[in-house]
């Protein structure tokens, strides 16, 4: 009963390298996401997607890339790396656009020094 | 724009105290209102919701309702018990409502903390 797995779970950058965070979903969701959670802020969109070969900025795109070339994927890619962007990141997915449930990995925290 | 404001926290309580964490939204139209909870060290999980006024979403003791008038989806449970300690989240879904901010609204979250 996997769900929504994201690998690594923890990993330390240094400033200016660059790493993929990687998404992967079995439930067959059209609809993919990628947050950002920091202290205190709650939850911020990075990227979207609602179909293989559809994604879409969210909130706080600067810093980060997607692709979706199948359904099951979503990685993000982080270039240049920057302490702005130590965080703890979150995948999740879902059947629906309007159903509002959202189902999520277990987190990825990704530290810059 | 659409929002969602919910009480700070930490929440402090003792086991079987009352809990309730205020949120109050700003939408247009009719949005879907949600509880996520986030156990330590997890990703977070929909704990319940309410598609529409006056409706009660409920699950695990916790009961939550959509009113309308107030523009607020307080979350309550008559009993706390050290097993609830976590984030809560409210949120919500404003039908066809796209761009930046996704599907989903999420408030910055309230942390409960539940003491034996």
């Known amino acids: 009963n996997a769900g929504v797995t994201q690998t690594p779970k923890f990993r330390i950058l240094k400033i200016g390298q660059s790493m993929t965070l990687q998404c992967t979903q079995d439930?067959?969701?059209?609809?993919m996401y990628w947050y950002r959670q920091d202290p205190g802020m709650g939850l911020k969109l990075i990227y979207y997607?609602?179909?293989?070969?559809?994604?879409d900025k969210g909130e706080v795109p600067n810093g980060y890339n997607v692709s979706r070339s199948t359904t099951e994927d979503f990685p993000l890619r982080l270039e240049l790396a920057a302490p702005s962007q130590t965080s703890v990141y979150f995948c999740?997915?879902?059947?629906?656009?309007?159903?509002?449930?959202?189902?999520f990995g277990e987190g990825s925290r990704l530290t810059v020094l | 724009g659409n929002s969602v404001t919910q009480m700070e926290g930490p929440v402090t309580l003792s086991e079987e105290a009352f809990l309730t964490i205020n949120c109050t939204y700003t939408a247009t139209g009719y949005p879907s209102l949600f509880w996520y909870v986030q156990y330590p060290g997890e990703g977070l999980q929909l704990l319940l919701k309410a598609t529409k006024a006056d409706d009660k979403g409920s699950n695990k003791g916790f009961e939550a309702t959509y009113r309308k008038e107030t523009t607020s989806f307080h979350l309550e449970k008559g009993s706390v018990q050290v097993s609830d300690s976590a984030v809560y989240f409210c949120?919500?879904?404003?039908?066809?409502?796209?761009?930046?901010?996704?599907?989903?609204?999420f408030g910055k979250g309230t942390k409960l903390s539940v003491k034996p």
């Open positions: 999740a997915s879902s059947y629906s656009w309007t159903g509002g449930e959202l189902f």
């Open positions: 949120a919500l879904s404003d039908q066809g409502y796209g761009g930046s901010q996704g599907n989903l609204i």
């Open positions: 439930m067959n969701h059209n609809y």
């Open positions: 997607s609602v179909g293989a070969g559809i994604t």
